[in-house]
Nanobody, 127 residues
Framework: QVQLVESGGGLVQAGGSLRLSCGAS????????VGWFRQAPGKEREFVAA????????YYGDSVKGRFTISRDNAKNTVALQMNSLEPEDTAIYYC????????????????????WGQGTQVTVSS
């Protein structure tokens, strides 16, 4: 089983940027998929972005399209989430999730399709 560790969260003003990183130990991401989800207090978990490790295909939630970018670093076995133009509504705990197998495109958006999860990192955007 892989252990996922997120880093890069913090406090930023609206309009600012943050870069989250997800690293894995115990297994590489090769052949699988990695996603980012978030959960704000009192709200349901929300899909943010995902990437297919093999071909680099990316998927984004509607609320972050054009502002967030997911990328992978094969050599470091890490996935990054670059978040620009942050809004107070982006405030949440951000979780990295992974699955050892690639997914059909329609399954990237649902957390139940990912087998491994990190502990999460807090992102707070002040107005």
């Amino acid at each position: 089983q892989v252990q996922l560790v997120e880093s890069g969260g913090g406090l930023v003003q609206a309009g600012g940027s943050l870069r989250l990183s997800c690293g894995a130990s115990g297994r590489t991401f090769s052949g699988g998929a990695v996603g980012w989800f978030r959960q704000a207090p009192g709200k349901e978990r929300e899909f943010v972005a995902a990437i297919n490790w093999s071909d680099g295909s990316t998927y984004y939630g509607d609320s972050v399209k054009g502002r967030f970018t997911i990328s992978r670093d094969n050599a470091k076995n890490t996935v990054a989430l670059q978040m620009n133009s942050l809004e107070p509504e982006d405030t949440a705990i951000y979780y990295c999730a992974a699955t050892p197998r690639g997914l059909p495109y329609y399954r990237y958006y649902t957390g139940n399709n990912y087998s491994d999860w990190g502990q999460g990192t807090q992102v707070t955007v002040s107005s």
